[in-house]
């Protein structure tokens, strides 16, 4: 049995179980299966994130019981989910102590009661396996439906790099349990609201390819957010347009923040090369095929340094000039 399980069986106090800003569905799927667990064996837990729950994940059951971070309130426990660390809850988390359940190479670590698989699709795979040890029968379809949720996201609804059985087994798993994957696959893919569809128009705009179709990148100005009535957080899968380009080896969106000169990054790969390098450059991180940071400095600026970054690493990866 998991080091995490019997330390959560015989943990008395206040649980706060939360997640990276900029929320994604397998950071949120996961905070919600193991809050819902917990309930259910009794504990005192809650579950809190720094941003807005994204609206294509308002579905997800429990979801209306998220709070917000920071808190002034103090737990005993802490558990940051799908994170590097804790620092990437983008503020401050009051805990006597911290464990870490992720599938992300590097991070922090706290303890023996850290569970990081990094070789698992998603860190709802992760959580999915301590409850299965745990108790598999107390997974009920709600659970089931936030860890699935996580999975096919994750995966790319099963096309990225790290999909191997295991993903099959658990969403075979899961489906068993209640899921029903076309209705999760409707509220996650299909419920674009109007004003996103704009949004996504204004970025197609921006749409270029450097240095023969190798890379592809689109720009997300804070004028579009704006001129549109749209968030951050609706850009979910917008860089998974240039990542379709045939020929494009590295996907990037370049996303304004609201701090003048800041720049949010997603890039995405199709295997060949590891995105996951690029983003650690930066000072971010991921995975092989997915990974983020954040770059300082003028549009023009940003995009010099980023394409560069990537032409270097094509041509270091694939051991060819670009």
Same mark, same amino acid.
């Given at each position: 049995?998991?080091?995490?399980?019997?330390?959560?069986?015989?943990?008395?106090?206040?649980?706060?179980?939360?997640?990276?800003?900029?929320?994604?569905?397998?950071?949120?799927?996961?905070?919600?299966?193991?809050?819902?667990?917990?309930?259910?064996?009794?504990?005192?837990?809650?579950?809190?994130?720094?941003?807005?729950?994204?609206?294509?994940?308002?579905?997800?059951?429990?979801?209306?019981?998220?709070?917000?971070?920071?808190?002034?309130?103090?737990?005993?426990?802490?558990?940051?989910?799908?994170?590097?660390?804790?620092?990437?809850?983008?503020?401050?988390?009051?805990?006597?102590?911290?464990?870490?359940?992720?599938?992300?190479?590097?991070?922090?670590?706290?303890?023996?009661?850290?569970?990081?698989?990094?070789?698992?699709?998603?860190?709802?795979?992760?959580?999915?396996?301590?409850?299965?040890?745990?108790?598999?029968?107390?997974?009920?379809?709600?659970?089931?439906?936030?860890?699935?949720?996580?999975?096919?996201?994750?995966?790319?609804?099963?096309?990225?790099?790290?999909?191997?059985?295991?993903?099959?087994?658990?969403?075979?798993?899961?489906?068993?349990? /209640? !899921? $029903?994957? #076309?209705?999760?696959?409707?509220?996650?893919? &299909?419920? =674009?609201?109007?004003? @996103?569809?704009?949004?996504?128009?204004?970025?197609?705009?921006?749409?270029?390819?450097?240095?023969?179709?190798?890379?592809?990148?689109?720009?997300?100005?804070?004028?579009?957010?704006?001129?549109?009535?749209?968030?951050?957080?609706?850009?979910?899968?917008?860089?998974?347009?240039?990542?379709?380009?045939? /020929? !494009? $080896?590295? #996907?990037?969106?370049?996303?304004?923040?609201? &701090?003048? =000169?800041?720049?949010? @990054?997603?890039?995405?790969?199709?295997?060949?090369?590891?995105?996951?390098?690029?983003?650690?450059?930066?000072?971010?991180?991921?995975?092989?095929?997915?990974?983020?940071?954040?770059?300082?400095?003028?549009?023009?600026?940003?995009?010099?340094?980023?394409?560069?970054?990537?032409?270097?690493?094509?041509?270091?990866?694939?051991?060819?000039?670009?």
């Amino acid at each position: 049995m998991l080091p995490i399980i019997n330390k959560l069986k015989n943990h008395k106090g206040s649980i706060l179980i939360f997640t990276h800003e900029n929320p994604d569905a397998d950071g949120i799927g996961s905070m919600l299966a193991l809050y819902r667990f917990l309930k259910k064996k009794g504990k005192d837990v809650d579950i809190a994130m720094k941003d807005d729950l994204p609206y294509v994940l308002n579905f997800l059951p429990d979801s209306d019981k998220i709070k917000k971070l920071p808190t002034d309130k103090k737990y005993d426990l802490g558990i940051i989910v799908d994170a590097a660390g804790t620092f990437r809850a983008g503020t401050d988390v009051n805990a006597d102590e911290f464990i870490r359940i992720d599938h992300h190479i590097g991070g922090e670590f706290y303890g023996g009661f850290d569970c990081v698989d990094t070789t698992a699709p998603s860190t709802t795979y992760v959580v999915a396996n301590i409850l299965r040890d745990w108790d598999e029968e107390a997974i009920d379809k709600e659970i089931a439906t936030n860890l699935y949720t996580g999975l096919i996201t994750d995966t790319g609804s099963f096309r990225h790099n790290n999909v191997d059985e295991r993903s099959f087994e658990l969403a075979e798993f899961l489906v068993k349990k /209640g !899921v $029903d994957p #076309a209705y999760v696959a409707k509220m996650v893919f &299909e419920r =674009n609201k109007p004003n @996103v569809i704009n949004l996504l128009q204004k970025s197609l705009s921006t749409l270029k390819t450097y240095d023969n179709g190798k890379i592809a990148g689109m720009i997300v100005e804070r004028d579009f957010l704006k001129e549109t009535g749209t968030k951050e957080e609706d850009t979910e899968g917008f860089v998974n347009y240039p990542r379709s380009i045939d /020929g !494009v $080896d590295v #996907a990037f969106l370049m996303i304004e923040r609201e &701090e003048p =000169n800041t720049w949010r @990054v997603s890039l995405r790969g199709k295997g060949d090369i590891d995105v996951r390098k690029i983003a650690t450059y930066f000072g971010g991180g991921g995975h092989r095929d997915a990974a983020g940071c954040r770059i300082r400095g003028s549009k023009e600026e940003v995009l010099e340094k980023l394409v560069g970054k990537i032409k270097e690493e094509i041509e270091k990866q694939k051991g060819v000039t670009v």
